[in-house]
């Protein structure tokens, strides 16, 4: 007959939010976005594992909070075992300390650990019985486990609990099975979704685009959809930030980016700030995170979508917003404006306040601010020249096209 098994199951994860666990442990569990582990008690008549998936984002829980949580694992009446987890999750310091607290230490091949003073006082290695490896460097799962810093490199979290002690399984084809009942509960909507906004790529694009739409925002009337939906991403956006290892200079720097960005589009031709705010982008999106990647393709899609955005899209749509309607315009021909920049052949001028793209002949080039007299239309854009000494008087020309 088989006994009761107790175990407290704890995965670790730094794919997405920096550290968080899931739990597995008998009834009594608690939940909480920061809930510490509890003593559990045993179960009843069958062998089970019932508990709770939980998040905990260790890079935003306190010292003090930290402390409470490792504590309550060291004195847990049953074990307390931790799996870093899915490959290519990261475990740096504080979340170490879990790790040198637990019973049993997994890890999936292509994750990282950081070695600590803690953790090598937890598994009884000494630094010198490091080899080439020194105390802060990060590495892989084979040279933790051949250090002894960790038991064994389970990939995935169900393989982990079938190799702990006490929990009974069997073969079946392609690996094994547990016979003891392993329990666990997945996490509410809200920290589904805080778990998927806390992630490195998703919080970069949810600010980006956040920005993005307020931005575009400024040049419509009243709030709308756009307003509202950029002023949730971008909440969302600086969640995931504070949750992250983020560098506050890439901060500055995309938000210099938008700033630049609308200073072109409100004259509705790119120009030097267009470049200012293309490179603080660039730069910015690269130094977001520290120590934390991004995918070049996540990159890459952020930088052309909001190059091409801003060099097309954003002038475009200012232009279609307070321009006159397309239709009709004939009576623009012969009315007075002025300069908004440099208009040699091509620039932006002002008529009846809205912006146009304007171009003029090269003999006569217009100075910012000068007037200027619409002597056609061409699609939309204005052929213009200035007040005096133009190349050819407006009404010779509307005469001769007749």
Request: hydrophobic letters at 50%.
């Amino acid at each position: 007959m088989r006994g009761t098994v107790a175990r407290f199951a704890v995965a670790l994860a730094m794919t997405a939010i920096g550290v968080g666990f899931a739990s597995a442990n008998p009834v009594g569990a608690t939940t909480g976005a920061a809930a510490a582990p509890t003593a559990p008690a045993a179960p009843a008549q069958e062998d089970c594992a019932d508990g709770v998936v939980n998040v905990v984002e260790v890079a935003t829980v306190s010292e003090g909070r930290m402390d409470e949580l490792v504590a309550a694992i060291e004195t847990s009446e049953v074990p307390v075992d931790v799996w870093v987890g899915p490959s290519g999750s990261r475990v740096t310091e504080k979340g170490v300390r879990l790790l040198a607290a637990a019973e049993v230490v997994g890890v999936a091949p292509g994750s990282s650990i950081e070695v600590t003073p803690a953790l090598l006082d937890a598994r009884g290695v000494a630094p010198a019985d490091l080899g080439d490896v020194d105390v802060g460097d990060r590495i892989g799962h084979e040279r933790a486990v051949e250090l002894d810093l960790v038991d064994n490199d389970a990939p995935v979290v169900g393989e982990f609990v079938v190799g702990l002690p006490d929990v009974e399984s069997e073969a079946v084809e392609g690996g094994r099975q547990p016979l003891t009942e392993v329990r666990f509960a997945s996490l509410g909507i809200v920290g589904q979704l805080m778990h998927t906004v806390a992630s490195p790529p998703v919080a970069y694009l949810l600010f980006v685009i956040g920005l993005t739409l307020l931005l575009f925002e400024l040049y419509t009337a009243g709030v709308g959809v756009a307003g509202v939906t950029g002023a949730g991403f971008l909440l969302l956006g600086s969640y995931g930030l504070v949750a992250l290892p983020t560098r506050p200079i890439g901060v500055a720097l995309l938000l210099l980016a938008m700033f630049a960005y609308g200073v072109d589009v409100q004259t509705g031709v790119p120009r030097v700030w267009t470049g200012i705010g293309t490179v603080a982008f660039l730069v910015g999106s690269l130094v977001l995170y520290d120590g934390v990647s991004v995918s070049w393709v996540t990159l890459l899609i952020a930088f052309v979508g909001i190059t091409l955005t801003m060099l097309a899209g954003m002038p475009t749509m200012v232009r279609t917003r307070f321009s006159t309607p397309t239709i009709g315009r004939e009576w623009m021909v012969g009315e007075m404006g002025s300069a908004r920049t440099d208009v040699d052949p091509d620039g932006v001028v002002s008529i009846r306040d809205a912006p146009w793209r304007a171009r003029t002949n090269r003999a006569t080039p217009i100075r910012r601010d000068e007037a200027v007299r619409v002597v056609a239309i061409d699609g939309l854009v204005l052929e213009v020249e200035p007040e005096e000494g133009g190349a050819r008087d407006y009404r010779e020309r509307r005469t001769t096209a007749e």
